[in-house]
């Protein structure tokens, strides 16, 4: 079973900051957070990840709360493109054989 | 570099029928996995491997083969295909010390 807990499915105005929730109240001092995105039916795409600091890249932001029990993912300014299902996943990083399992995430509607 | 590519893009098959679901990776990435796809679902992981040689099962590996005997090529096999295992097969790679995992486009196969 899927170590997360994700909305089903969210909606955006286009140009404003899409807030995607997870829920991982189970997390292990040495589980990382990584999210990923499904555009349409093409093959996952990775995102961000983070251990307990706040993460920022090109593509997004990664707020993990003090506890590490819920992160957010935050895309800055929307756009159409976004639109996407969205993976919020836990991991051992060491030793690097642990596979990613993936829930059901959260849809992604950017609406123009 | 190609990333990780998958072959053939499309397959429809009779049940029964055997069958193989290429995937080769240019990075030299040690760590290779796959998934499967059902419409609207998550991905599920099938099998997956830390290197040449080294093989695991993963959440759904009933009636799949695998075996890795490259670095670069992580081929999954289908003995006897069944209508079940229509889905869409995704092909991943990552450094076994790394945090982010690449995927392929992905084969969609039909079972009839």
């Known amino acids: 079973d899927a170590k997360t807990t994700q909305p089903p499915s969210m909606d955006c105005a286009e140009g404003r900051a899409a807030n995607l929730p997870c829920n991982h109240s189970t997390i292990s001092g040495n589980e990382y957070v990584y999210w990923y995105r499904q555009i349409h039916s093409q093959g996952p795409q990775y995102i961000i990840h983070g251990l307990k600091n706040n993460e920022t890249n090109e593509m997004a932001s990664l707020i993990i709360t003090e506890d590490r029990k819920s992160s957010t993912l935050i895309l800055p300014h929307a756009t159409l493109r976004d639109t996407a299902v969205y993976y919020c996943i836990v991991r051992v990083y060491y030793p690097g054989n642990t596979p990613l399992v993936f829930g059901k995430g959260t849809r992604l509607s950017v609406i123009a | 570099n190609a990333g990780v590519t998958q072959t053939p893009k499309f397959q429809v098959l009779k049940t029964g029928q055997s069958m193989t679901l290429q995937c080769a990776q240019d990075m030299n990435h040690e760590y290779m996995s796959w998934y499967r796809q059902d419409p609207g679902m998550g991905l599920r992981l099938i099998h997956y491997s830390v290197g040449a040689g080294i093989t695991d099962q993963g959440e759904v590996p009933n009636g799949y083969n695998v075996s890795r005997s490259t670095t670069e090529d992580f081929p999954l096999r289908l003995l006897s295909a069944a209508p079940s295992q229509t889905s869409v097969y995704f092909c991943?790679?990552?450094?076994?010390?790394?945090?982010?995992?690449?995927f392929g486009p992905g084969t969609r196969l039909t079972v009839t």
């Open positions: 991943a790679s990552r450094w076994t010390g790394g945090h982010e995992q690449y």
